[in-house]
Each structure stands twice: as structure tokens, then as C-alpha cells.
Nanobody, 121 residues
Framework: QVQLVESGGGVVQAGGSLRLSCVAS????????MGWYRQAPGKQRELVAG???????NYADSVKGRFTISRDNAKKMVYLQMSNLKPEDTAVYYC???????????????WGSGTQVTVSS
């Protein structure tokens, strides 16, 4: 099957930076969109940033200008560079990928188990 494994979370002071990484492994024919979501305590999971296989990106308004998403298709990895972090960015960050197991098989969505990001004021 497929696994998505995140890394790079931690505790940082407001104004600081972190870089999240996620690697996909398993039986993968192709990966369409990859993205990062986050979920803060008591809140719904929300999209932070997404990137297509061709490199088109989209961001939540709250992170535009501060976060940058990128991917390495050969390594099956997606990254999230987070700068000027704010306490409200504190959440569990989840990696997401929409991928295919074979040429004639429909795509399916997978999630990582999440990595905690805590921003102290």
C-alpha cells in the first residue's frame, strides 16, 4: 500500500521558521495533487497549501506570503517552508496526496499521520 510520512514539526517562537517534509512510499504509479492541511484543537481540518504535478500552487489566505509549498516528483516528496510563524499557526499538519496505483486505476487520496507545529508567543 501507500504511506505518507511527515517530518519537520516542532516548537518555534513567533516570527521563526520551520520546514515540513513529506515522503510518499509504496505502490505508486503517479501522484497528482499533493498538499498540506492543518487542524488546530477544536477546529476543522483546513487546507494550508496545495501543489499539482505540474507545479501550480494554491494557498489559504492566512498563509499567503509566509508559506511556500514545493515538491520533488522524482523523490515523491512535498515540502512546506513556513516563515514568520504566528501562534495561530499552531496545529497538527497533515500531508495529503491524490495518487494512482496503476495507469488504468482511478486515483485515491491518502493522508499522513500528522506532525505537530507549535508557535509560542
Amino acid at each position: 500500500q501507500v504511506q505518507l510520512v511527515e517530518s519537520g514539526g516542532g516548537v518555534v517562537q513567533a516570527g521563526g521558521s520551520l520546514r515540513l517534509s513529506c515522503v510518499a512510499s509504496g505502490t505508486i504509479f503517479s501522484i497528482n495533487t499533493m498538499g498540506w492541511y492543518r487542524q488546530a484543537p477544536g477546529k476543522q481540518r483546513e487546507l494550508v497549501a496545495g501543489i499539482t504535478a505540474g507545479g501550480t500552487t494554491n494557498y489559504a489566505d492566512s498563509v499567503k506570503g509566509r508559506f511556500t509549498i514545493s515538491r520533488d516528483n522524482a523523490k515523491k516528496m512535498v515540502y512546506l517552508q513556513m516563515s514568520n510563524l504566528k501562534p495561530e499557526d499552531t496545529a497538527v499538519y497533515y500531508c495529503n496526496a491524490d495518487l494512482k496505483h496503476g495507469l488504468y486505476i482511478g486515483s485515491r487520496e491518502y493522508w499522513g499521520s500528522g506532525t505537530q507545529v507549535t508557535v509560542s508567543s
